[in-house]
């Protein structure tokens, strides 16, 4: 018997959950001494690229590679801004404490694949932060992120 499996997207709730998400944690990202001086001149649709990004990450509609930038465009943002560890973790800390407050799902098999993108997509930031470009194909498919493990260790 094939099991019916929905994405993380629908299982979170959809389009209207990610950009509550992203809307109320924002909020808390531009009252927070760590993050306030990083984001305060974020334009007005940040976050809701941020949303429309993992959203389809997490399966749902390709609104942000079709009409707001692409995976490559993403990482470019990233780019020259020196984000530390403490910038890194202080931003995981209120995403997570964000969705707690505003009730997704919190079965561990959900709270493990978004608790795992968030910390993966986050090092990845840290990272690309420390460089003036990366060697990366315009093209690059943005990442899908499902139940399952990611598949492997990170070799630079």
Do not use: C
Request: charged share 25%; glycine share 8%.
């Amino acid at each position: 018997m094939e099991k019916n499996i929905p994405t993380l997207y629908e299982w979170a709730g959809g389009m209207p959950v990610f950009e509550k998400l992203m809307s109320s944690f924002y909020k808390k990202v531009l009252l927070d001494d760590t993050l306030e001086p990083i984001f305060k001149h974020m334009s007005a649709d940040h976050q809701l690229h941020v949303a429309h990004f993992i959203a389809e990450v997490f399966g749902g509609p390709k609104m942000y590679s079709s009409e707001e930038g692409s995976h490559f465009k993403m990482i470019q943002k990233h780019l020259g801004k020196h984000l530390t560890e403490t910038h890194r973790k202080r931003w995981v800390q209120l995403l997570i404490e964000t969705a707690d407050e505003l009730t997704l799902p919190a079965d561990p098999e959900f709270r493990s694949a978004f608790v795992a993108y968030i910390e993966w997509g986050t090092r990845i930031a840290v990272l690309n932060s420390s460089e003036m470009e990366v060697a990366l194909n315009p093209d690059e498919p943005m990442p899908k992120w499902g139940w399952g493990e990611p598949g492997g260790p990170f070799i630079p």
